[in-house]
């Protein structure tokens, strides 16, 4: 926890009594946002799952037609990441407020609240061109809104863990997952954010050596486990 130091028997005492409605104020309202951002995607115009018409778990390939278009795949760790940083920066901004029960409820609900929205705002017709110019998803299409769905749970277990590594392990866990996701994907959190807003030719090239490997070669490089071959 990251003020579990600071936490006294007093106020621990004082969660009791609050703990199952506490609930409340994480299910309901985090329910709310996440069935309002699924129904503006869906006014977008993104589909609900892949044109394969098939609905799986985990797609192992980071740049296939399949990608963000099933429940989760390699970029749905960098949305697990989006939980680690969010609980530590709201975290950090209501620190006086975390030794509350109900305190602690809204930061995830703000956490759900920050990621729907910017599920939405990666589905901007904005935005997928940006991907599409600037970074190496050159086919990009924007996510199902089974993988929006995706991004948005792991984000939520993102914050869970991170709430209870505490900041030390969360700092360790975001960049082993930064360093294992170049080596395997040559993509991150942090590589999408600096293409995204200022993108490095020599990067792009890089990630698009990647990409057309993975196109052209049957058994890509990439050692996830893949429900991918499946569908072939
Ligand atoms: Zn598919």
Excluded at 41 to 69: E, N, R, V
Excluded at 79 to 101: M, N, R, Y
Aim: glycine share 6%.
């Amino acid at each position: 926890m990251l003020n579990r130091g600071k936490r006294t028997s007093q106020n621990r005492a004082a969660d009791l009594p609050n703990a199952p409605r506490s609930t409340n104020w994480v299910l309901g309202p985090s329910l709310l946002i996440v069935a309002v951002a699924l129904c503006v995607l869906l006014w977008l115009g993104q589909p609900l799952f892949c044109h394969c018409g098939s609905l799986l778990f985990w797609i192992s390939d980071a740049a296939g037609s399949h990608t963000s278009q099933h429940f989760t795949d390699p970029y749905s760790i960098t949305h697990f990441q989006h939980g680690l940083v969010l609980c530590l920066f709201i975290g950090w901004i209501f620190e006086k407020w975390t030794a509350s029960t109900r305190a602690v409820s809204w930061q995830l609900t703000l956490t759900v609240l920050i990621e729907a929205g910017w599920e939405v705002l990666e589905n901007t017709p904005l935005v997928i061109d940006r991907y599409r110019t600037a970074t190496v998803a050159v086919g990009y299409r924007g996510d199902a809104l089974i993988n929006s769905l995706g991004d948005i749970v792991c984000c939520i277990l993102g914050w869970i863990v991170a709430r209870y590594f505490g900041w030390r392990w969360t700092i360790v866990l975001f960049v082993a997952i930064e360093i294992a996701l170049i080596i395997i994907i040559r993509d991150s959190l942090l590589l999408s954010i600096l293409m995204l807003t200022s993108p490095v030719e020599g990067i792009r090239e890089w990630q698009q050596g990647e990409s057309l490997s993975a196109s052209t070669n049957p058994t890509p490089r990439n050692p996830l486990p893949s429900c991918w071959y499946r569908l072939q």
